[in-house]
């Protein structure tokens, strides 16, 4: 559980689909149009880029960054946004907001050094995972895409 939130931190990077978190900012369930979770400043923020009606025609579905405060840095502020309830994706703040897991994200927010090491060995880690070799697999041109 511990190498999959520190494998989360991968967020830190990297952008999001407004579609892809929406639901978080207008109509979350029956009792919350917004998640009660979610910092009430950073969803008016999220909204002043992402509207309520997606038009995708004329639009297209806006791109909102993981980390608002270092975007383009792999660091631990991923961890830190979650603890002022402003992660980005509800899998994201869960890791917070679950007692199983925000034991994990304080010793990220405390230890960035330590952090930046477990995130590099679970990387390798992940990367020894079902490894499919000779004619088994394919190097895609395109991720999205099967060639």
């Not at 979610?38 to 791109?63: I, V």
């Amino acid at each position: 559980m511990e190498e999959m939130v520190t494998l989360s931190g991968a967020h830190s990077i990297g952008d999001s689909h407004c579609s892809s978190f929406s639901k978080r900012l207008y109509s979350f369930n029956k009792t919350f149009a917004q998640d009660p979770s979610m910092d009430p400043a950073y969803a008016g923020f999220l909204k002043t880029k992402c509207p309520r009606q997606l038009n995708t025609r004329n639009n297209p579905d806006p791109l909102v960054p993981f980390d608002p405060v270092t975007p383009n840095r792999l660091d631990n502020n991923y961890y830190k946004n979650l603890k002022s309830s402003r992660g980005l994706l509800a899998s994201d703040q869960v890791l917070w907001n679950s007692v199983l897991t925000r034991k994990f994200v304080k010793k990220n927010v405390n230890h960035p050094r330590t952090w930046a090491a477990k995130f590099a060995a679970a990387m390798v880690h992940m990367g020894s995972i079902d490894v499919l070799t000779g004619n088994e697999g394919e190097i895609r041109k395109n991720c999205r895409v099967v060639n």
